[in-house]
């Protein structure tokens, strides 16, 4: 059977995740039912990283295997026709290995998280972003996100209930943006990793967000880090900020010449 990679955006908001749930709506099922559209008979999806409720994507991946051999641009465009209402999009599409895996196959994720400070509450970014209503100061965050930077056991940022084997992680990139805004302060924190632990961005923003707010002193980053204790964690931000931005691959299966391999 043809195995395609598909390129996703989604709106979290209307979803209890991507993973498939009893009797609540998910990002997989939505895309599931679209193919089913296309080719009659279940489907089983496979994605790189499973959201939370309410987290967006930009650049989440997954993959599909199907009885025909589609044109990948043809098989987007059908997908994208049968996916609506939903707030899903098939960005592009790929024909790839028959062992290729969406998620096995991922060596890096990247998150965006959209942060914005300021007094009035949003209105066309409701729901995109979070906001607080206090300024933050970017560098103290920069600097207590620097101490989270290498290889580190991360109990103090994981959920209580999450069921990786091991809470040891090497975080590649933690990095504070601070942006251009017609009011009050815009924030864009950029997070990169081979794999994450459930809730682990989040957490740190919620942490980074008391320092920068000046609760925290930036060697208390540390001390959480060092704790390895969830109660030495800040608090947990909402998943309305959070996107998965993109996943790399040792071949990117999007990039043209790659796909003529």
Known sequence: MPRFALKLEY??????????????????????????????????????????????ATGQVAHCDLARDWDPFRLSEALNHHLKPHPVAVLDCAR????WHARFSAVERRYLFKLIARRAPLTSQAGTAWRVNHPLDAAAMQEGANHLLGRHDFTTFRASLCQADSPVRTLDELRIEE?????????????????????????????????????????????????RDRSACGPVCPPHGLYLAGVGYPDDPFDAETSLR
């Open 11 to 56: 709106h979290g908001a209307p979803f209890a995740g991507w993973q498939r749930q009893a009797d609540q709506p998910s990002v997989q099922v939505a895309v599931e039912a679209a193919l089913a559209r296309l080719e009659p008979g279940p489907h089983t999806i496979a994605a790189a990283g499973r959201t939370d409720a309410g987290v967006h």
């Open 96 to 99: 790839v290995p028959d062992g």
């Open 179 to 227: 942006r251009p805004a017609h009011a009050g302060q815009l924030f864009h924190i950029h997070v990169r990793a081979r794999s994450f632990l459930h809730n682990q961005v989040r957490s740190f923003v919620g942490t980074l967000e008391r320092v920068g707010a000046g609760h925290w002193p930036t060697s208390r980053v540390r001390d959480a880090l060092e704790a």
